[in-house]
């Protein structure tokens, strides 16, 4: 008999162990996958599979085990490391992706009941031709400058089409009216977790540099100052994944929204970081190809959409986020 449960893929990611860490007392059973472990305090409160998204015996099996209710799916190799491997990051990112379309499409149709797909997008699927383009329009709206200028952002642009197209569009040609998925994306600025580092990210310089303060370590920053992108508290992060997971399907007028908190340059972000690490060591060095990747992401991103649909709307703005949220949760992580 299979078991109904909520999957979380990536969830050994940033954004994985705060889902489940959320998840752990209101959605039971759980089941994770990712390709590494999760962490010892984590791993109790799932049915880890240990595999990747892209492996149709993985997908296979948690079809054979489980009926999904709602897939969180996380899983992707970021913008930085996706530049450095383009055909392994399709075939995650893309491939995987589908492959787990097809399983949510499958079981939406065996149960009548539409499995809830919920995907995070990114900042990352718009592509600002220049620099005077993107200090002309601070705030990109959803269906502005759908340009991606690398191969992570072609995949999360990919695969919102392809969620909604499984949610509106999928097999149009049959006779028989069927249940579908029901699709869901959010696109996230850079996120900033007090309790993990990032890995293969372009927005990594602003948590880097955090951490390297915190943890006394010197910092070169790869972006230069004046670099300006929104950012957002992993806190919120979560609070958007389960405010449109909740919000009822009428009230939604797009598969994908922006969601948004604040935005500021590498030098703010260096000065926020002195106010509280006031020893702190951190330059600037910028590499020019990982610089070209942000100067083509919006300095900051329109979610008015979200928050009239269904109410999004962050806890932390910028001063919550370092003085409520980061600064005191990092000072335990390298003091404790
Ligand atoms: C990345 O830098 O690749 C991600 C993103 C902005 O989606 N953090």
Same mark, same amino acid.
């Given at each position: ?134 200090? &002309? ?147 600037? &060095? ?51």
């Amino acid at each position: 008999m299979q078991k109904e449960a909520v999957l979380i893929t990536g969830a050994a990611g940033e954004i994985g162990q705060a889902l489940v860490e959320q998840l752990a007392e209101s959605h039971k059973p759980l089941v994770t996958l990712d390709l590494q472990d999760l962490p010892v305090g984590l791993s109790k409160h799932s049915t880890h599979i240990k595999g990747s998204v892209a492996e149709k015996e993985v997908i296979a099996f948690l079809q054979d085990e489980f009926t999904f209710t709602r897939i969180y799916h996380l899983a992707a190799l970021l913008s930085t490391k996706a530049e450095r491997a383009p055909a392994l990051a399709y075939e995650g990112n893309v491939g995987g992706s589908v492959l787990l379309l097809e399983l949510a499409a499958r079981q939406s149709e065996q149960s009548g009941k539409p499995v809830q797909f919920i995907f995070p997008s990114s900042i990352a699927i718009y592509g600002m031709p220049d620099l005077r383009t993107k200090a &002309a329009n601070p705030r990109a709206s959803e269906d502005e400058w759908n340009q991606p200028a690398t191969m992570y952002g072609c995949n999360k642009l990919a695969v919102e089409h392809l969620g909604a197209y499984y949610a509106q569009r999928y097999m149009q040609l049959a006779n028989e009216e069927r249940t579908r998925l029901d699709f869901r994306a959010l696109r996230f600025p850079g996120l900033i977790s007090a309790l993990t580092l990032p890995t293969g990210g372009t927005s990594d310089y602003g948590p880097e540099m955090l951490h390297a303060a915190a943890n006394g370590e010197p910092y070169a920053c790869f972006v230069r100052p004046d670099t300006t992108i929104a950012f957002m508290a992993m806190p919120d992060a979560v609070k958007a994944l389960l405010g449109l997971a909740a919000a009822p399907a009428k009230v939604l007028k797009r598969t994908a929204y922006n969601v948004s908190s604040f935005s500021l340059s590498a030098e703010q972000f260096r000065q926020q970081v002195f106010k509280s690490f006031p020893q702190a060591q951190i330059s600037f &060095a910028p590499d020019a190809k990982r610089q070209g990747i942000v100067d083509t992401w919006p300095m900051d991103i329109d979610d008015g959409a979200a928050r009239r649909d269904w109410g999004w709307a962050p806890e932390f703005d910028l001063q919550r986020c370092f003085n409520e949220y980061l600064v005191p949760n990092i000072r335990k992580r390298y003091t404790e």
